[in-house]
């Protein structure tokens, strides 16, 4: 089922999200890649500023996340991962499609524009990729991610 994390969910968050991120090893640009991907205070620093996860859960542990953000006047999905033993099943659509659900604003996502598989999902439920020009314009709006990211990454807005 899906749940709101809380607190407790800290370290199964940070592990999923590390875990799962191995998929850009060698996919995204070297220079963007980095270990752990994703640090417990850069986490802390992401649910500070905002991202409220969600999780599958079924009922021996967290499966997945997902993290919705909402900023100024538009909600960003944020941290989409999978435990990569669980990818595949459905649980990242899941996800989606309750927290897709869960805006009624502009929603956006980002990703890598490597990450074919994560792009080919987004399309799948609705949202669509951006021109370049306001791709850059949103991301330097909404996002708080170095310019050399910016420069390799994709937005997509769902299309309501
Ligand atoms: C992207 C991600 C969150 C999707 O979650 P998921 O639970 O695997 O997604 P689903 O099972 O709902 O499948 C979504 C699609 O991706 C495919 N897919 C994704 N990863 C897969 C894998 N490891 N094995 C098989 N299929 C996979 C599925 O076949 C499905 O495509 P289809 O509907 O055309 O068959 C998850 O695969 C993941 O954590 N990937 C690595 C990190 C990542 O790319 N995150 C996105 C950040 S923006």
Redesign the pocket.
Known sequence: MIRDCTKADFSAIET?INE?????RGVIPDDCWHEPYMSGSQLQAEIDEGVNFSG?DDAEALR?V?GLQRVRDVTL?R??????A???????????TELTGRSAERLL????AD?V??I???Q?HGFKLVSRQEKDRLLQTYWNIPRRQQGVSVVLEHAR
């Open positions: 999923i799962a991120a191995q998929a850009y599958w997945g997902m999905i941290h989409a991962y999978v435990r990569r669980d990818q595949g099943r459905g649980i990242g659509s899941r996800l989606l996502v980002g990703t890598w990450a598989w994560a080919r999902l987004y799948k």
